[in-house]
Each structure stands twice: as C-alpha cells, then as structure tokens.
C-alpha cells in the first residue's frame, strides 16, 4: 500500500470507533488496526523526507 492507502484505512478506523454500539475489544482491534496503519504511513513519510534530503545535498 502507499502513504494515501495507509492514511485511507486510519480514517476508515476512526470512522469504526464512532460506533456506540462496540464492545470494548472490537474498539480495541480497531483502534490497533488503525495505530499500525499511522506507523506504516509516517515509516513512509521518513523514508520520502529522507530521499528529498538526499537529493538537495
């Protein structure tokens, strides 16, 4: 997935937990789904902000 897919999927989880009708380890599941999707799209994120570097110096 790219950095868009990943920060699509977090958006989809939070959309989940505004569900009142959750038991707590779904809301857990998906909050832990959605934290992996944010740490994959900022791993992204470094290594785009690291090839830029890269090509300014």
Same mark, same amino acid.
Request: proline share 0%; net charge negative; aromatic share 6%.
């Given at each position: 997935?790219?950095f ?18 959750? &038991?707590?380890?779904?809301? %857990? $599941?998906?909050?832990? #789904? ?6 994959s799209?900022?791993?992204l994120?470094? &290594?785009?902000?690291?090839? %830029? $570097?890269?090509?300014d #110096?």
């Amino acid at each position: 997935m790219d950095f868009e897919d990943f920060l699509q999927q977090a958006e989809v989880s939070l959309e989940k937990l505004n569900d009142k009708d959750l &038991k707590l380890q779904t809301c %857990i $599941e998906i909050y832990k #789904e959605g934290l992996k999707n944010i740490q994959s799209a900022r791993e992204l994120l470094d &290594k785009a902000k690291l090839e %830029i $570097e890269q090509i300014d #110096e």
